[in-house]
Nanobody
Framework: QVQLVESGGGLVQPGGSLRLSCAASGSISRFNAIYWSRQAPGKQREVVATVTSGGATNYADSVKGRFTISRDDAKNTVYLQMNSLKSEDTAVYYC??????????WGQGTQVTVSS
């Protein structure tokens, strides 16, 4: 089973940027889609960005125009570029793949804190 590991989180000021990475232990081409999700304290986990095996992308309204999801199949990595960060973007960010109707397991996530 291909495992996905998140990295790149940290503390950033409002208006700043971060790039998260989701590195796979094997080929990401096996996934029909890869999702970036986040969970803030006391809130449900929500999907913020999706990229399909064909390169199509989709975003939650809350991040549209600020976040960009991309994939590098040669490096077996999916990225989430986050710009114009807001305090409400503070959360633990997770990536997860889907092969057919089967969803992979959640990783440990990476913490993003937006604060001055």
């Amino acid at each position: 089973q291909v495992q996905l590991v998140e990295s790149g989180g940290g503390l950033v000021q409002p208006g700043g940027s971060l790039r998260l990475s989701c590195a796979a232990s094997g080929s990401i081409s096996r996934f029909n889609a890869i999702y970036w999700s986040r969970q803030a304290p006391g809130k449900q986990r929500e999907v913020v960005a999706t990229v399909t095996s064909g390169g199509a992308t989709n975003y939650a309204d809350s991040v549209k125009g600020r976040f960009t999801i991309s994939r590098d199949d040669a490096k077996n990595t999916v990225y989430l570029q986050m710009n114009s960060l807001k305090s409400e973007d503070t959360a633990v960010y997770y990536c997860r793949g889907r092969s057919g109707i089967v969803l992979g397991s959640w990783g440990q996530g990476t913490q993003v804190t937006v604060s001055s």
